[in-house]
């Protein structure tokens, strides 16, 4: 594995989530305020869990990119290009394309886009959500060879 990071959310989103304990707590204190703890920190759990089972993993092997659930051989992509805020911002607002695969999430502000150069693959290129950009590309780079 040349390169892997899985995107958990920050820690303030999990701090975030702690307000759901009040709300089942609230719902509960009429049957019991034993109960309410209970399926309130159930319920945390449960968000918890899905925040970070649900983050997206990026990775590059030897022979594969892969984000999530996605893969794609590394001899069908060209040459990475490391976004930094502002061309971030302007890949997903203005410069939107729709025909392109996206693994993006909000916690993250950087991106790397890799064009798909396979011409029967109608995805134009791979906008990937990162925390290490400059690793992830050197990464790609490397496994190209």
């Given amino acids: 594995m040349r390169h892997r990071e899985r995107l958990l ?3 303030w989103l999990f701090a975030v989530c702690l307000l759901v304990v009040p709300a089942a707590v609230l719902v509960f204190l009429p049957i019991s305020p034993v109960w309410g703890w209970i399926v309130a920190a159930a319920l945390y759990a449960a968000v918890a869990i899905f925040l970070v089972v649900a983050s997206p993993v990026v990775a590059v092997d030897d022979a594969t990119l892969s984000a999530g659930r996605a893969r794609i051989p590394l001899a069908a992509l060209g040459e990475p290009e490391v976004l930094d805020a502002a061309g971030s911002y302007a890949a997903l607002h ?3 394309d729709a ?3 996206h693994s993006t999430v909000p916690w993250t502000r950087l991106l790397v886009r890799v064009p798909v150069t ?3 693959d109608p995805t134009t290129a791979w906008v990937l959500s990162t925390r290490r950009p400059d690793a992830l590309a050197a990464a790609i780079r490397d496994a190209r060879g």
């Fill in 9 to 11: 959310p920050p820690v």
């Fill in 94 to 96: 203005a410069q939107w």
């Fill in 99 to 101: 025909r392109a695969y």
């Fill in 118 to 120: 396979d011409p029967a």
